[in-house]
């Protein structure tokens, strides 16, 4: 079974920083990609950034040039730096998780959310 623990989430004030985490244990063959989506108030559930094995990395047009995604392989976890937020940061941030369970089949895992809340 895999779980995924996040952390890191709280109030900050605009123009603040947070730093959020995630920690993937239990069985997985191969994680291919990581990251972070997030649900604000009333709006759907949009992607935040993503990162590969290869760390190779996504973002969403947003959170551009404010956040950093990065992960450490051997640990199975992965980090989002947030930096300059704004009140539009606000929501819950889910840790996604998706690759192989075994050499055959794919999954995908979410975590069960961390609220980020940015006072204006």
């Known amino acids: 079974q895999v779980h995924l623990a996040e952390s890191g989430g709280g109030l900050v004030q605009a123009g603040g920083s947070l730093t959020l985490s995630c920690v993937v244990s239990?069985?997985?063959?191969?994680?291919?990609?990581m990251g972070w989506y997030r649900r604000a108030p009333g709006k759907e559930r949009e992607l935040v950034a993503t990162?590969?094995?290869?760390?190779?990395?996504n973002y969403a047009d947003s959170v551009k040039g404010r956040c950093t995604l990065s992960r450490d392989n051997a640990e199975n976890s992965v980090t989002l730096q947030m930096n300059n937020l704004k009140a539009e940061d606000t929501g819950t941030y889910y840790c996604?998780?998706?690759?192989?369970?075994?050499?055959?089949?794919?999954?995908?895992?979410w975590g069960h959310g961390t609220q980020v809340t940015v006072s204006s």
């Open positions: 996604n998780v998706r690759g192989f369970s075994d050499p055959t089949n794919w999954d995908l895992y």
């Open positions: 239990g069985n997985m063959f191969e994680i291919v990609s």
């Open positions: 990162i590969t094995s290869a760390h190779s990395t």
